[in-house]
Nanobody, 124 residues
């Protein structure tokens, strides 16, 4: 079972920066896509940014030019650098990873795992 552990959330003033990290562990064969989602109070979870193994990225329009997603494939880690933070960026940020994990006997199966979430609060 692939597990994700996030870190880096906290409280910051508007205009400030935070960097989130998320590391995957377990019997990982490959991770195709790693992504960050967020959920604000009373709202649905939304995609913030995603990145493929080859480095192709995708961003929500609301964070383009302010957030940067990156990954270290050797460490199975994804990062989210958040600059020029706004109060509307407040929420719980979740890491997601999808790929393939090893099974006993040399087989593999796909996985889609979520982290436990880290709180980001931006004060005005």
């Amino acid at each position: 079972q692939v597990q994700l552990v996030e870190s880096g959330g906290g409280l910051v003033q508007a205009g400030g920066s935070l960097r989130l990290s998320c590391t995957a562990s377990g019997s990982i064969f490959s991770i195709n896509v790693m992504a960050w989602y967020r959920q604000a109070p009373g709202k649905q979870r939304e995609l913030v940014a995603s990145i493929t193994t080859s480095g192709s990225t995708n961003y929500a329009d609301s964070v383009k030019g302010r957030f940067t997603i990156s990954r270290d494939n050797a460490k199975n880690t994804v990062y989210l650098q958040m600059n020029s933070l706004k109060p509307e960026d407040t929420g719980v940020y979740y890491c997601n990873a999808a790929g393939y994990e090893f099974l006993p006997g040399g087989l593999a199966k796909n996985f889609d795992s979520w982290g436990q979430g880290t709180q980001v609060t931006v004060s005005s």
